[in-house]
């Protein structure tokens, strides 16, 4: 019979779980309507139906829910409570955020059968958030970019002139199509671990996410 975890803590404060679900929902729309931006379909079957003007006036609109909400989180991260802040995610960087990677890296790898308990982030998870906030940026910067286009000498435009000087909008495009499937690829990793830790850290991993709070066995410090 496991140990039944004691402790109740307040971990996901709202801020973070607001913009969690803001990103997860825009990330769905702007998923789902950039594919048929690069695969068009001809919806209505007549030159005049505007289906895709729709689906692309969506895609705009997500994007910039999805800029606001990111911009938010990382001002979030220098306000917000320690599992929030900047430095969980650089684990890296300490003695000690390196062998709780060691750790968790050799349970992931099957080297290890003990889970070991992570209270905040999981180590291994904000390294691989701190990618995800790269791709989040370069989708930004090129999706905006090419957005921007469209109102040559505007401010927009004007501000993301280095863009356009180091690359050319086939290239950005490129990149923003493929952007779509490393997040698609991150997508299914990041549910699976949060349900396989959910279930080996007996810790309210998933209700976290909607709740805020986490349960574990030993007095949190
Ligand atoms: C997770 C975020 C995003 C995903 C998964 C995504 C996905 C896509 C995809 C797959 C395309 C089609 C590319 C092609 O093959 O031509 C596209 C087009 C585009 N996206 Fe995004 N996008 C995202 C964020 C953004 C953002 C933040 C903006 C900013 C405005 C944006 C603006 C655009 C523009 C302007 C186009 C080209 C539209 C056109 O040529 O008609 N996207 N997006
Ligand atoms: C588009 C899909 C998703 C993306 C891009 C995504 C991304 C992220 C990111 C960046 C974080 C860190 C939160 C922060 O500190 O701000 C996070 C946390 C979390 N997500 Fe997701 N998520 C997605 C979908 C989901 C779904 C569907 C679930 C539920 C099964 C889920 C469960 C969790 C949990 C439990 C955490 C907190 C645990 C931790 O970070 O250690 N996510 N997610």
């Known amino acids: 019979m496991p140990k039944q975890p004691k402790y109740k803590h307040y971990i996901w404060e709202l801020p973070v779980r607001y913009c969690h679900w803001i990103n997860v929902l825009s990330i769905v729309i ?24 729709w689906l692309r006036f969506v ?27 900047w430095r969980e995610f650089f684990p890296f960087a300490t003695a000690s955020g390196r062998e709780k990677m060691v750790k968790m890296l050799r349970y992931y790898m099957f080297l290890d059968k003990k889970v070991p308990e992570t209270f905040g982030h999981n180590p291994m998870a ?36 280095l863009m356009y000087m180091m690359f050319s909008s086939q290239g950005m495009r490129l990149a923003h199509h493929l952007g779509l499937w490393f997040i698609a690829g991150f ?6 671990s949060a349900i396989l830790m959910d279930i080996k850290e007996h810790d309210g991993e998933i ?3 909607f709740s805020g709070f986490k349960y574990r066995i030993k007095k949190p410090e």
């Open 30 to 53: 702007l998923a789902v309507t950039g594919f048929f931006i690069g695969s068009p379909y001809n919806f209505g079957g007549s030159a005049s139906d505007f289906s895709m003007g």
């Open 59 to 85: 895609h705009f609109v997500a994007a910039y829910a999805f800029a606001v909400s990111v911009v938010s989180r990382v001002i979030w991260s220098l306000i917000g409570n320690k599992y929030a802040g």
């Open 126 to 161: 904000t390294t691989a958030y701190v990618a995800l906030f790269g791709l989040y940026m370069m989708m930004m910067l090129t999706g905006f970019a090419l957005y921007a286009q469209f109102a040559p000498g505007g401010f927009m435009h004007k501000s993301l002139g």
């Open 187 to 192: 997508i299914i990793n990041h549910v699976y």
């Open 207 to 209: 209700s976290s996410i």
